[in-house]
């Protein structure tokens, strides 16, 4: 199928029982000139404490590497992925930003948009032991106690506030995201935001087709 663009985050490469092998399927699965990677692709918080890298893993970093040398590549770098890239520009076409304008959309991984919510530490806390202990608890347990703390309305409604507030600094109509782990499209003020999801667990997306419309994918 031939598109305009692609948008993936929250892969979790490097992280236990991600989705690499979707991952790559997704990936050969479409036709498209740009490809946006809105962090957490590689997981290096995850690493640090567990390295590994399996064979799945390289095959998408290596076809990620080798579409970048005949196209656009857009890396936004994620919270798990932070101080990693932070001297990198640029891979052949694969260019490295904390945000980025494209068309009428701002786009980031969205941890930023925590950053009235240092009052909510605990259960933020909670949401990295458990992601990084998963050798210890149920990996089912852990998914649901992560979803059920990020589907918390506080939570949602002050994420989404801070990304429409930001989006209409830049003057844009549209706000790009993951980080939440959350899929979501709606309108507040006048502008759209679409949060991609979480691909490691829910292997969800979004493409942007030949006529300019965005469609949330899982």
Known sequence: MKIQSLFISDLHLGSKNNNAIKALKVLRSY???????????????????????????????????????????????????????????????????????YKDMYLCHGDIFDHNLESNKWPRKLIDVAYNSLSEFNLKIVSQLKKAIRRSPHYLKNFRENAIELAGKYGKKKIVCGHTHQQEHCIINNIDYYNLGDFKEDSSYMIETLEDELILKE
């Open 31 to 101: 036709k498209y000139e740009k490809l946006f990677l809105l962090g957490d692709i590689v997981d290096i918080k995850a690493m640090s404490q567990n390295f590994k890298w399996e064979s799945a893993e390289n095959d998408v970093w290596e076809f990620i590497d080798k579409y970048s040398e005949k196209h656009p590549v857009i890396y936004c770098t994620g919270n798990h992925e932070r101080g990693f890239f932070d001297d990198v520009q640029r891979i052949n076409n694969m260019e490295f930003f904390r945000g980025y304008e």
